[in-house]
């Protein structure tokens, strides 16, 4: 088995939320494309990225991470989504790594946090 060349220090949450007038971008391209969840993840998964969901009661919201592989343009990067309804979420997160940040190497739209 190949050994990774992960290294923790590298790995890098990114915060990236969408402001209104990507939300207006985001609404009338589902709107318009009408994308199922099966196509976002295979749309994911064609392009090698890892996605793990994680239901928070007191937020009563999923989290969509998505995760850049080694070896592509995000590897050791983490993008989430957070959505009260599953289906919004996981398409919303393959629109923000398909089709917003297609070609981009991600970075925060927020300071990052140099804490725990």
Not at 92 to 101: G, I, P, R
Request: charge should be negative.
């Amino acid at each position: 088995m190949a050994k990774s060349k992960f290294k923790r220090d590298e790995f890098q949450f990114v915060e990236y939320t969408l402001n209104a007038e990507q939300l207006e971008a985001f609404d009338a391209w589902v709107a318009k494309k009408s994308p199922t969840v099966i196509d976002s993840v295979e749309g994911l998964i064609a392009e090698a990225y890892k996605i793990s969901i994680t239901w928070r009661e007191e937020r009563y919201a999923y989290i969509i991470t998505v995760t850049g592989t080694e070896g592509s343009r995000n590897a050791y990067r983490a993008l989430s989504t957070w959505s009260d309804d599953l289906s919004e979420g996981l398409i919303m997160a393959a629109y923000k790594v398909l089709v917003l940040l297609k070609d981009a190497t991600w970075e925060s739209t927020a300071p990052q946090r140099m804490r725990g």
